[in-house]
């Protein structure tokens, strides 16, 4: 059974759009945060997702407090800004303080970012890893746990990759020593990275490509987390009873229920077909579903489900999931 001990500290959600993986991020920030522990949640993207789950106003470049789980543990968050990672950086390595500030004013900062793409990501991989490796004065991790809501399927290993890139191309300083310490933390078993998806035929192939990009960077793979699993409504003998039952028969037994009849004028008979055609679709999702969680086992992964909320996601459907996660154990 997998323990606390056991997960690593930096856990890297990711998936293609749509299938919900800010979502699953939050939900995961707040499985971890449990017993008393304390977790980062980090948003790269600037979309503010984060703030509209919680339900809290748009985060600010600082981290805050913005959720306690269950058992008293802590979430914060943290949407982090280039720019201003930008000017810790120069102020870290360089001590450049008020002449940081002056060149933001100057729009040399928003230059910079703008025409070295890398360097935006080395800063937001950066800004995550240093909340990882952060102690506070008697040496105990600030963080239990970072949670990073990351790119989509399709860049994360570009953008968890390119501090290999800049500290090829930046041989000695500063900027060489940042980029090796991002990368031991990223390629360490203080890493994992998840993957979200659905058991739609896009998604889990876009899943697939993307953990074969992951390994071959060499780049520790997590687990594979299925969103929005609709319940089962038949089994398998309700489907062979869908696909062989007749017309009159579904007529029929729609009349013993009371659901129509003659003195209704044959109201059963009129719900025949709407009533199959639902079934039929429904077992022609079932047999889609069921071929892509064979391509999913096929990974070689831990593989988690979640359920579609019928209520739709709030604040309360969140805690709902950190339950459930914790109760896979993934958390």
Sequence with gaps: MVTLEDVSRLQVVSGKGGTGKTTVAAALALALATAG???LLVEVEGRQGIAQLFETQALPYEERKIAVASGGGEVYALAIDPELALLD???MFYKLGGAGRALKKLGAIDFATTIAPGLRDVLLTGKACEAVRRKDKNGRFVYDYVVMDAPP???VTRFLNVNDEVAGLARI????NQAQAVMRVLKSPETAVHLVTLLEEMPVQETADGIAELRAAKLPVGRVIVNMVRPEVLDEGGLELVRTVSRSSVARSLSAAGLGGARRGGH????VDPLLQQAEEYAERYALEHEQRAVLGELDLPLHEL???AEGMDLAGLYQLA???RKQGIA
């Design 323 to 325: 339950n459930e996660l």
């Design 268 to 271: 059963a008979e009129r719900l």
């Design 153 to 155: 399927t399709g860049r």
């Design 173 to 176: 300083g500063p900027i060489h």
């Design 89 to 91: 950086y120069l102020q």
């Design 307 to 309: 359920p579609l909320l």
């Design 37 to 39: 522990k304390r977790t």
